[in-house]
């Protein structure tokens, strides 16, 4: 089911129709974006629960939190083929189920193993929707307004983590802190954003790009129109020539050399995605204030702090990516990362708890918000050529997840070693990153999407 299009003969002059229809578009798609930022901040306010509940060792646990991770690879890995083949919208509506499914399997688990199943469920949800939200947003927005309109896919994560924290304090502060069944009420509230994702998914319309890969042209050229492109026809004609090749076979063409740079460039910025340690602290954030001193209702509560700070950065980001460009805001965030994990490293170190960690992490967040954080979706998209992007932005995602779900897993093993550690290694690989982003990485802001494959040597 897609949207109304505006008639040819008021295209024109309903300039504020079409960009409402476009805003409409980007609002649903990124629900699923706030669902995969809310099933990635929860599981740190039942962390602790689930320790007693089912008798979990450090390695178990890291288990716990990683099952969903492990869904997330699979859901990015194998979301290319339904998505080039049926499209962006139904792929979304199929995450929108998983993601309902996944909220009450959790909620309602008997036993761990039905829990990891129903965490494995909202994780095939996460990984499909961190590739085809972005995806989707990225083939509709024109070039100029790119770079916001899919920082409000970030936007949508962030307000998710922040939702999360907010739920998770909400319910420990209703029923008690200690109360055994927290953590089944933390999980559950995700069904509620499932379930209007579910709803509004099928009314947004399909992606011009896919349309005209389908050689469906004036249904494309309709959703341009609708939209509020500038020129439908010409763009309806850059579209079909750069996706010619995509007609011969996605698959095979991802793998020839004149796609390299640009691939390698997106596994570049995923790797560091989740080398910069944001998901260690997000899924473990009450835990690290607990290691570092606090009682369990004072980390819940900094752990709000933390996701207020990520809101307010995103906010910031939003307003500065297509005026100072990706590249800037990454070498930016690479220098207040370096500080910012050489703080918490010393605070363990010192065996001190106060401000100085509440500090670190909202540095840590913070940067993580205004530069990887809101860069990552764009660039990735921008970056990868028009015939290969789902398959090679499967891919990539595969592979950020698969680095997420071993950091997950190991942060609680190494941190009782050394927490001081594993801060200055996730220090360490910002250096890295503010070298290789510096020398390497081009600037995509502006650009539009056929014109970046073309400076890349892609000519399809």
């Known amino acids: 089911m897609a949207m109304m299009y505006i008639p040819a003969d008021q295209q ?14 980007v609002a649903v798609a990124a629900l699923g974006s706030f669902l995969f930022g809310f099933d990635t901040a929860v599981i740190s306010g039942t962390t602790d629960a689930l320790r007693n509940v089912f008798s979990l060792s450090e390695n178990l646990l890291g288990l716990t939190v990683s099952s969903a991770l ?50 494995f469920i909202g994780g095939v949800a996460v990984g499909g929707t961190s590739v085809v939200s972005p995806m989707y947003i990225t083939e509709i927005a024109p070039p100029k307004r790119r770079g916001v309109l899919v920082a409000i896919a970030q936007l949508m994560i962030v307000l998710g983590i922040l939702g999360a924290y907010c739920s998770n304090f909400a319910v420990a502060a209703y029923f ?5 069944a927290n953590w089944r ?48 026809q010409a763009e309806l004609e850059e579209m ?49 204030f607990r290691m570092a001193g606090a009682d369990s209702a004072s980390a819940l509560q900094q752990s709000m702090i933390v996701g207020l700070t990520n809101l307010v950065m995103t906010l910031v980001a939003m307003t500065l990516i297509d005026r100072l460009g990706r590249k800037a805001l990454l070498l930016m965030g690479s220098v207040t990362f370096i500080f ?80 001081a550690g594993i801060f200055l290694f996730f220090a360490l690989m910002m250096v890295l990153q503010l070298f290789l982003v510096w020398k390497y990485l081009p600037e995509t802001k502006g650009i539009s999407l056929e014109e970046l494959q073309r400076q890349f040597g892609v000519k399809d």
């Not at 995605?273 to 260690?280: K, M, P």
């Open 12 to 25: 024109q002059s309903g300039t504020q129709n079409t960009s409402g229809i476009l805003i409409a578009s």
């Open 70 to 119: 492990l869904g997330t690879m699979a859901g990015a890995l194998l979301v290319a083929r339904p998505a080039d083949r049926w499209g962006r919208q139904p792929v979304l509506s199929t995450m929108a189920l998983l993601f309902l499914i996944s909220a009450l399997g959790c909620a309602f688990s008997g036993n761990w193993y039905l829990l990891l199943l129903s965490r």
């Open 176 to 180: 008690g802190a200690e109360h055994l």
């Open 185 to 232: 009420w933390m999980f559950g509230v995700m069904a509620l954003p499932a379930a209007a994702f579910l709803v509004t998914v099928f009314l947004i319309p399909e992606s011009p790009r896919w349309l005209v890969k389908k050689n469906r042209m004036e249904e494309a050229q309709k959703v341009l129109s609708s939209i509020g492109h500038e020129n439908p």
């Open 240 to 288: 079909a020539q750069s996706l010619q090749a995509e007609r011969s076979g996605t698959h095979q063409a991802l793998f020839q050399r004149k796609h390299l740079r640009p691939v390698l460039l997106a596994v570049m910025i995923a790797v560091f995605n989740q080398l910069d340690g944001i998901n260690a602290v997000l899924y473990y954030s009450a835990d690290i």
């Open 340 to 419: 910012s994990h050489c703080l918490a490293a010393y605070v363990f170190y010192a065996q001190i708890h106060s401000w100085l960690m509440i500090a670190a992490l909202m540095g840590i967040v913070g940067t993580h918000a205004y530069s990887q954080g809101a860069v990552v979706w764009v660039i990735i998209n921008e970056l990868l050529p028009n015939s290969i992007r789902a398959s090679a932005g499967s891919l990539v995602c595969f592979l950020m997840w698969l680095l997420c779900a071993l950091i997950s897993w190991g942060f609680p093993v190494i941190a009782k070693i050394s927490a």
